[in-house]
């Protein structure tokens, strides 16, 4: 298995390459290559988070819970009417993701777990997507490609380093195959990533324009009706 030290070399030197690649022939401005590339190293990061009490896993905790509202920002804005109830927003998400987040992973993973699979660097990729806020479909599949590039960089070099040469022939560490999977050995870790995949990938559809939402159509219907109600009125 590779080390944590090794893991943030490789998403490091993976994200310096994605930022640059994608200004300079991507056509995005240098402060979005460069986002992305800080997301390509943290993605690479990401599924260590379900190392129970130790250090990794307290770092990588506290910098997802400042990275999520940096992200977040323009729909906290949104949100939070204001940049004053943006800020609290941020402060709210950040103790939530560093603390309880924490404390729920710790219970319910284990290492090794779904937090290292296909599906879940599918799940990072798609709340980064939906979460990023952009007038650009491009610019938001962007910065998801980038968490998604680091987390699958993670991944392979779990696998690379699971294939042991004891100097005569290649032997495979016990936890071979455990990353770069589709399921795991828990049933309801299985059925929750999934359920969460199918979730995630509906609304990525729907923002990115792909697939209609009835619920969205009926209520705009609704409110077309009533607005037209109310010029009625006013004649």
Not at 31 to 57: F, H, I, R, W, Y
Request: proline share 3%; charged share 15%.
């Amino acid at each position: 298995m590779a080390n944590f030290r090794g893991h943030v070399t490789t998403s490091g030197v993976l994200g310096v390459g994605y930022g640059v690649g994608a200004t300079m022939l991507g056509g995005f401005t240098p402060m979005q290559g460069a986002l992305a590339g800080c997301l390509t190293a943290v993605g690479g990061m990401l599924p260590d988070l379900d190392l129970e009490n130790s250090t990794p896993s307290r770092e990588l905790f506290a910098l997802t819970a400042a990275v999520a509202p940096l992200v977040l920002m323009p729909r906290l804005v949104l949100w939070g009417g204001g940049y004053e109830g943006a800020m609290f927003l941020a402060v709210v998400i950040y103790l939530v993701v560093r603390y309880l987040g924490a404390t729920i992973v710790g219970k319910l993973t284990v290492h090794r777990g779904m937090f290292h699979s296909i599906p879940a660097l599918f799940i990072v990729a798609e709340l980064v997507f939906l979460g990023y806020r952009s007038d650009q479909a491009s610019t938001r599949f962007l910065m998801a490609g980038a968490v998604a590039v680091g987390f699958l960089s993670h991944l392979i070099l779990d696998e690379i380093f699971s294939v042991q040469f004891t100097g005569i022939r290649f032997k495979l560490a016990k936890s071979a195959g455990s990353a770069l999977k589709f399921m795991g050995s828990n049933v309801l870790a299985n059925l929750f990533s999934y359920a969460m995949l199918c979730a995630l990938t509906y609304g990525v559809l729907i923002e990115g324009g792909w697939m209609r939402s009835p619920v969205v159509d009926e209520g705009r219907g609704l409110f077309q009706q009533v607005q037209r109600a109310a010029e009625s009125l006013r004649r």
